[in-house]
Structures are given as structure tokens and as C-alpha cells.
């Protein structure tokens, strides 16, 4: 398997070398198909760098979709079954592409609105300033247990739960490659981008595959977070400079403490509260305390639910009736008093229970 390499040829050709399910995680830019007919001037009269590059052009949208289905049916064969996939476009291709992703089974997890916080104007003013762009983020099919690193999304975004509208300015400054002063790719995606994408939906030692690789972006963020990618592009002026660029990522060593986010609590096993009675954890008429408030208490009963006054229900349904209905994960809420009178959350004893196990079924 060909990894950390840029692959020189037409995408779909070199797929279909690739093996099947071998890739964690896609990240595809394609053409958008612009359908532009004219030059586009400011009013200066001096003529905008658009996207009018021939890789955009297509001679209908029958074409285009032709081209939309053979890359992206490519992309599900080869993606992991718990693998995802994400899709970039504007309003030009991305509800075809979208119509196109169901049709051949993908699952959708969540549309992503890029937010350009500094979008080009738009010089004729006979329509709204487009200012944003639309992901697709989807599994390969629905019950795909597919990688979220929830907390470590969350801990960017300043402790609150990342949203669907990410605010992120264009590729511009030094970040943007140029040739002779002139862009050198029409539509060079920021790496604060991919950072998120790639650190939202991937671990460490994943392979991340880009079918439409350009200057390389995707290349030189997973080689930042230690990700292997392999890099798919047509044109060799972008292979040349795209692996200028990535050679330049040097002397980034890898630390696990730094670099490995996976939601160890998303991906912990199952146990029924229960277990923890059975075992002597907790024991019936032991007193259970909300978010380590003394004031807010509830009863173990015998069969593993929980009582507070006359409501009687799961750790999680009791959790979320103090919580005044809002939904609450009673690992988490409720903690009990040890043996020295210190509160810890249940979740330390539903730990200590799967190390225990673990053991046994070791011995």
C-alpha cells in the first residue's frame, strides 16, 4: 500500500489500483463546474482571478454527474466501512453532489457551513456576497461506527460544543501559494480547514486520502498530526509544488499526550449501571449525588434504577429530570461518597470495573 506519496494521474484511474476499504478518512475538493461565461470585473475594469481553469469545465451537467458518481462510487469502495468521507462545493455542484453521495448509500452525518470571514465581493452587486461554502461529512453507511473526537472538537471551540458553521478566513498571505505574483491554485483550501476536519474524524497512524489533491493542503496537515495520506493529482505543476511543500514539514515529533484526542468516553464499553450493584461497586439504599451536590440526592435501589422522591428511573433519566429535562449522561452526573468521604463520579467505578474484568479474563 502507497502511503505519504502523491500519486500522479487521473483520479479515478488510480483508485481503482487502491485496495478495497483501506482508507479511514477522505477529504475530496472536486471541480465545482462554474459554468462561467464571461470574465468577471471589478470596477476598475481590472478582471478578477476566478476559478476558470480547464479542470472546472464540463460540457453539461449529465457530464459532470457522470464524472461525480465514477469518482465517488471509487471512494466507497475503497473507504473503511467505519471510515467517513467529506465533500466540499458551493452552490454550483454540492446538492448534486449530495443527491448523488445517497444514491450510492452514503449516510449524512452533518452538512459544515465554511464561513468565509473574508469572502470576495461581489463587484456587479446583482447578487448576495457569496461568502460561504457547504461540507458534506458522511459515513459509508448508516450504522458505521464511525470516529467523532467530540471532546477534542469541543475543547477548540473554548469548552462549548462545536457547531456546523465554521468561521475561517480564505487562504490568503504567505499561507497562499503564488507563481510570478498570480495564485497558483484557484481554490487553495486554508490548513486551518483541514485541521479540523482531519482532527474531527481521524486518529493518529490513519490514512487520510485526497483524490483532488492541488497544492497539497491535505498532505501537509496530516503530515502535522501524524496522519498518513496518500495524495491523488493530474496536473504536475500542482504534484511539484504540492510536494515542495510538504518536504518543508520537517522535525515534527510525535508525542501521544499531544497529538492523541480519540473520545476515549464515546469509545468506552457498555455496562449496565447494574453491574456495579451485582459486584459490590455501589449497594442498594446507597445515596448517589447530583454533580457532587449533597442538596441533590437520589436512591440506588435494588434493580439498579434510581429514586428521588416519588420518580424513579435510570441513571440517565434521573439525571435529566434534575437537570430540568435536559439530556444528561448520569456517568457523568451522579457521584458517590468513598471510603475517605470524597465524591467521585460513577464513572471512576464503571472504570475500575473494566480494568477488574479485563484481568480476569486475562488470567
Known amino acids: 500500500m502507497r502511503k505519504d506519496q502523491i500519486l500522479h494521474g487521473d ?43 480547464d ?42 453532489l449530495g443527491r448523488i453521495m445517497q444514491d450510492l448509500g452514503y449516510w449524512f452525518l452533518n452538512d459544515i457551513i465554511w464561513v468565509k470571514t473574508n469572502p470576495m465581493p461581489n463587484f456587479r452587486g446583482v447578487r448576495f456576497t457569496n461568502a460561504h461554502e457547504t461540507l458534506i461529512w458522511a459515513s459509508k453507511k448508516q450504522k458505521s461506527k464511525y470516529k467523532f473526537n467530540y471532546h477534542a472538537m469541543k475543547h477548540l471551540n473554548g469548552e ?47 490514512l487520510v486520502l485526497d483524490p483532488f489533491f492541488g497544492t497539497g493542503t491535505t498532505g501537509v496537515v496530516a503530515k502535522k498530526l501524524h496522519r498518513h495520506w496518500i495524495g491523488i493529482e493530474e496536473d504536475p505543476r500542482y504534484v511539484k509544488l504540492a510536494q515542495t511543500r510538504i518536504d518543508r514539514v520537517t522535525g515534527v515529533e510525535f508525542d501521544p499526550n499531544i497529538y492523541e484526542v480519540r473520545d476515549k468516553r464515546r469509545n468506552q464499553k457498555r455496562i449496565p449501571f ?18 457532587g451536590d449533597r442538596d441533590h440526592s437520589a436512591v440506588i435501589r435494588v434493580d439498579g434504577s434510581l429514586e428521588i422522591h416519588t420518580f424513579v428511573g435510570s441513571i440517565h433519566q434521573t439525571a435529566k ?3 430540568g429535562d435536559q439530556p444528561s449522561n448520569g456517568w457523568q452526573c451522579w457521584y458517590y461518597e468513598d471510603n475517605k468521604g470524597v465524591l467521585r463520579p460513577i464513572d471512576h467505578l464503571r472504570t475500575v470495573y473494566i480494568k477488574q474484568a479485563k484481568k480476569t479474563d486475562g488470567d
Open 11 to 53: 483520479c479515478i484511474d488510480i483508485m481503482a489500483s487502491l485496495p478495497d476499504k483501506s482508507i479511514d478518512l477522505i477529504f475530496a475538493d472536486p471541480p465545482y463546474n462554474l459554468q462561467l461565461n464571461q470574465e468577471l470585473k471589478r470596477p476598475n475594469q481590472s478582471i478578477v482571478d476566478a476559478v476558470k481553469d
Open 55 to 96: 479542470w472546472d469545465k464540463f460540457q453539461n451537467f449529465t457530464a459532470y454527474d457522470e464524472f461525480s458518481e465514477a469518482w465517488l462510487s471509487e471512494c466507497k469502495r475503497v473507504l473503511k466501512d467505519d471510515g467517513t468521507i467529506w465533500v466540499i462545493g458551493t452552490y454550483h455542484n454540492i446538492f448534486r
Open 160 to 206: 462549548r460544543q462545536m457547531r456546523s458553521d465554521w468561521l475561517i478566513p480564505l487562504c490568503t498571505g504567505p499561507e497562499r501559494l503564488k507563481i510570478d505574483g498570480k495564485k497558483a491554485h484557484s481554490t487553495q483550501k486554508p490548513e486551518a480547514l483541514l485541521f479540523r476536519v482531519i482532527v474531527s474524524s481521524s486518529n493518529p497512524g490513519d
Open 274 to 291: 447494574g453491574r456495579l450493584i451485582e459486584s459490590g461497586f455501589l449497594n442498594p439504599g446507597q445515596s448517589l449525588f447530583f454533580n
Open 321 to 323: 429530570r434534575i437537570a
